[in-house]
Nanobody, 124 residues
Framework: QLTLVESGGGLVQPGGSLRLSCVGSGAIFGRYAIGWFHQAPGKERVGVSSISASGASTELAASTKGRFTISRDNDNDVAYLQMSDLKPDDTGVYYC?????????????????WGQGTQVTVSS
């Protein structure tokens, strides 16, 4: 089973940027689509971006289009979420997850392995 570890969260001012990383181990990273999910305080976890196993296709939630970019490096077993123009509503815990399928998805039910999350706080 693929084990995932996120990093790169922190405190950033509105309008700032962060890059989150998701490192995989224990299985062949390049076989799995990877998704990033956001859980705001007191709210359910929602999908923000996903990338296919090969990296050829991506899916972005409407709220993040133009601000977030997902990418992956299968040679180094890592996926990234580049976040720019951050807003206070982007505050929360960000999780990466490995899908049961090779195609991108924003449905949490499609994902079987989850990281522990990394905290992002957008505040002045």
């Amino acid at each position: 089973q693929l084990t995932l570890v996120e990093s790169g969260g922190g405190l950033v001012q509105p309008g700032g940027s962060l890059r989150l990383s998701c490192v995989g181990s224990g299985a062949i990273f390049g076989r799995y689509a990877i998704g990033w999910f956001h859980q705001a305080p007191g709210k359910e976890r929602v999908g923000v971006s996903s990338i296919s196993a090969s990296g050829a296709s991506t899916e972005l939630a409407a709220s993040t289009k133009g601000r977030f970019t997902i990418s992956r490096d299968n040679d180094n077993d890592v996926a990234y979420l580049q976040m720019s123009d951050l807003k206070p509503d982007d505050t929360g815990v960000y999780y990466c997850a490995a899908s049961r399928f090779p195609v991108p998805s924003l449905r949490g039910a499609d994902f079987g392995s989850w990281g522990q999350g990394t905290q992002v706080t957008v505040s002045s």
